[in-house]
């Protein structure tokens, strides 16, 4: 963690637009979290979706008894306060909603308000996060490649088994011995990647099945509800699934 660290630091000072990819689930949130309350920086959040349309970014007019007023998106917002603004998901947002931010991305450092006629220099302090997991790639949900060598890309996996065991342990409550065999099974999940899962259990699924397990469900119950259901709908894939949690706690 401590090249990513060093890497999003660099790219703060400069002023960079930061690319976090990886997998859910295993920490590109939390790790932006971190970074803000490090650099001692206000965070704005955007979730991305597929009917996010630019105003929803930047801002919109909205009638008010007697006047329409103008109403900054959270986007705007940020680049007028110096906020780190991270939206998350960005491939989950449609492409021409998405090119808003390439004026921000570059040397201009600037966001056009076409409604108002007006042209926002960005904050000193402003930041550009995005996140996306490269493993939804595909023809229709991609970054544009003029999008993409905008930013600075920071990889996250999920951790060493080790390490993933204590942040199950510790955001849950689960004692170590719990929280290792859920990374167990959660790991022998990512293996099953590419025959029919598109994601393995993520450290978030892990998490939740500790703290159901805490609040006194079987470990299998607690595996059902937090791993294998919401992984897949499909039965063969459901009864691979369970017989791989079912090993893990032989």
Known sequence: MGTEIAVFEAAYR???????????GCGKTRFLEYMAWRLRRPLVTVAAHEDMTA???????????GATVWHDGPLTLA??????????EIVEARQDTTVVIHPLTDARRMLPLEKRNEMVAAHADFQLVISYNPGYQSAVKDLKESTKQ?????????PAAAVEAEIVARE?????????????IGRG????????????????????????????LAVMEAAQAAIVLPLTDDPDLREALTAAVAACLE
């Open 172 to 184: 849950s409550g689960a004692e170590a011995r719990l929280a290792a065999l859920l990374v167990e």
């Open 79 to 88: 680049v007028r306060g110096g906020a780190i603004c991270y939206i998350d």
């Open 150 to 158: 905008r930013f600075v890309g920071i990889e996250f996996a999920y």
């Open 14 to 24: 400069h002023r960079l637009p930061v690319m976090l990819k990886g997998p859910t």
């Open 189 to 216: 999940s990512r293996n099953l990647r590419g025959q029919g899962l598109e994601e393995g259990a993520s450290t978030r699924m892990l998490i939740h099945a500790g703290r159901l397990a805490l609040a006194g």
């Open 55 to 65: 105003a929803d970014l930047v801002g919109r007019f909205l009638l008010v008894p």
